[in-house]
């Protein structure tokens, strides 16, 4: 497993990762982005937690089955799991070749739904992941924020509530809360591992959000992703279904 300066910025990929808290958009933005993203000619290979493997789904099918009773212990490191076989199989070939990797999800949520939301030892979690990403960090991750009952609202509006959602208020506050504090600065010189962090108003229309998204990738990548519609890219990967 090479390091971090070897799968990142030495060869030119931008892994970005879309987080929140449920129903906030974060899927809905990650298809507009990758279209949008495509559509301007780039490289773009875009992924969901937990899957985007053959065997990182089969653990989401685990992970997200209501009928599933596992142990906050087991679902961390399933998630580690799934995470450790997308890191080796797609995102680090696609950092290699210069991709923009966009993913639904990343550690992130590991440290507020395990961590904050089940109670699970941050130390543990920390270890277990660095094991599993081998030091991956991504280059930025887009928080989309949104208040708790503007994002329930989304969310029961939309239906088929999984594992994760079903959860009650006090666990998604939790959630919510341990997302608000990543935004702080001092949070994210402690944690190095998520990488930036920034948030991104999820309100409004869906078309004002991903002109949002859009002008935090210009404003990181502003040689990368300010300039106008070039050929037509090509997109590597992308999941059809809802995350
Ligand atoms: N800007 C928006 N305005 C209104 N509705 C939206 C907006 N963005 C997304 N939605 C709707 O809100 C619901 C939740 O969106 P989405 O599934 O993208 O959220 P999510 O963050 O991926 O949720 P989860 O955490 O459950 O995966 C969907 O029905 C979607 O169509
Ligand atoms: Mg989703």
């Given at each position: 497993m090479a390091d971090r300066s070897a799968m990142s910025g030495a060869t030119g990929g931008c892994f970005v990762v879309l987080e929140g808290g449920e129903g906030v958009g974060k899927t809905t933005q990650w298809r507009r982005l990758a279209d949008r993203l495509l559509a301007a000619g780039h490289d773009v290979v875009a992924l969901r937690e937990p899957g985007g493997t053959p065997t990182g789904d089969a653990l989401r099918a685990v992970l997200l089955d209501p009928a599933s009773a596992l142990a906050a212990q087991t679902e961390a490191l399933l998630f580690a799991a799934s995470r450790a076989q997308l890191v080796r199989d797609v995102i680090a070939p696609a950092m290699h070749r210069g991709a923009v990797v966009l993913v639904d999800r990343f550690l992130l949520s590991t440290y507020a739904y395990q961590g904050r939301g089940r109670g699970?030892?941050?130390?543990?979690?920390?270890?277990?992941?660095?094991?599993?990403?081998?030091?991956?960090?991504?280059?930025?991750?887009?928080?989309?924020?949104?208040?708790?009952?503007?994002?329930?609202?989304?969310?029961?509006?939309?239906?088929?509530?999984?594992?994760?959602?079903?959860?009650?208020?006090?666990f998604h506050q939790r959630v919510r809360a341990a997302f608000d504090e990543a935004l702080q600065p001092a949070w994210q010189a402690e944690h190095p591992e998520t990488g930036p962090v920034v948030a991104v108003d999820a309100?409004?229309?869906?078309?004002?959000?991903?002109?949002?998204?859009?002008?935090?990738?210009?404003?990181?990548?502003?040689?990368?992703?300010?300039?106008?519609?070039?050929?037509?890219?090509?997109?590597?990967?992308?999941?059809?279904?809802?995350?």
């Open positions: 699970l030892s941050l130390t543990a979690l920390r270890e277990v992941n660095a094991f599993a990403t081998g030091g991956l960090a991504p280059d930025l991750t887009l928080l989309l924020s949104l208040p708790l009952d503007e994002s329930m609202a989304r969310m029961h509006a939309r239906g088929g509530a999984d594992r994760m959602e079903r959860e009650d208020a006090a309100g409004g229309d869906v078309e004002v959000v991903t002109m949002r998204c859009l002008a935090a990738l210009a404003a990181t990548w502003p040689d990368r992703f300010s300039e106008g519609p070039k050929e037509e890219g090509r997109m590597s990967a992308i999941e059809v279904t809802h995350g």
